[in-house]
């Protein structure tokens, strides 16, 4: 794999600041100053700063988002989630919940288990609240249900219930860019809160907004092993 994947991969850093320590002669492959997007084996002798590298101890966190905080691990972007969090080590998020959404997101270092669970293949489940601008009524449900035109596809089957006259909650199983938001827009709704309460088996219950907990043993069992 690539030297950049590896490196996120074993919870050293970002493949961004792979890439830094690369430019600045502080990686070697084998003896050699390594390149950007070099190819490497395990097997392989890499070093940083002369030391060989080691894994870091794999950190599974479910972090409550408030809204008008970003999703993003880049230092220029205002209020990102990396700074507000304020971990002592390198996590980064998996995923995406947009700045005007809050609720549950995984924050990791582990590159492995976060493309795993971004993986639309394994049919990961993902639950939101939502709140829309006016009443919902039975065609609104049905169309949600059973998938929306939206980016140029449509969207996968869904399950969906309402929870009171504008509010309903829905658990998908893929994860286009403002997906809800999206189809309830087509829909002829707008979104006026949305929440993310559960990926996996692993809900927000008992997380403040703002906070953090780790994720326990048998909960990062599942997501290794769910399919769902």
């Known amino acids: 794999m690539r030297i950049n994947k590896l490196f996120s991969n074993l919870g050293i ?18 003896g050699e100053l390594s390149i950007p997007g070099q190819w490497v084996e395990l097997e392989d002798e890499i070093l940083i700063d002369d030391k060989p590298i080691v894994a870091k101890k794999k950190i599974y966190i479910a972090f409550n988002k408030p809204m008008r905080v970003t999703c993003t ?21 998996v995923g995406r919940l947009d700045k005007e959404s809050h609720g549950l997101i ?8 976060a493309n795993k669970i971004l993986n639309s293949d394994n049919y990961h489940e993902k639950e939101y ?5 006016k009443p919902i009524d039975d065609n609104f449900l049905r169309n949600m249900s059973a998938g929306v035109y939206i980016l ?22 893929q994860g286009l860019n403002r997906q809800i938001r999206r189809m309830s827009k087509t829909l002829g709704y707008n979104v006026v809160d949305l929440k993310r309460i559960r990926i996996c088996s692993i809900n927000i219950e008992g997380i403040e907004e703002g906070m953090w907990r780790y994720l326990t043993e048998d909960e990062v069992m599942g997501l ?4 769902k």
């Not at 690369?22 to 492959?29: L, M, N, T």
């Not at 691990?73 to 996590?91: G, L, Q, R």
């Open 13 to 30: 850093c970002s493949r961004k600041d792979t890439n830094r320590l690369i430019e600045e002669g502080r990686v070697k492959v084998n």
């Open 106 to 113: 995984l924050m990791t270092n582990d590159g492995e288990l």
């Open 152 to 173: 140029g596809e449509r969207t996968r089957p869904c399950s969906i219930i309402k929870v009171d006259e504008c509010t309903f909650k829905i658990i998908l199983t």
């Open 129 to 133: 609240e939502v709140k829309v601008d």
């Open 73 to 93: 691990a880049a230092s220029d972007v205002e209020n990102n989630i990396i700074d507000f969090i304020n971990y002592e080590e390198y996590i980064f998020p």
């Open 224 to 227: 290794m092993t769910s399919k």
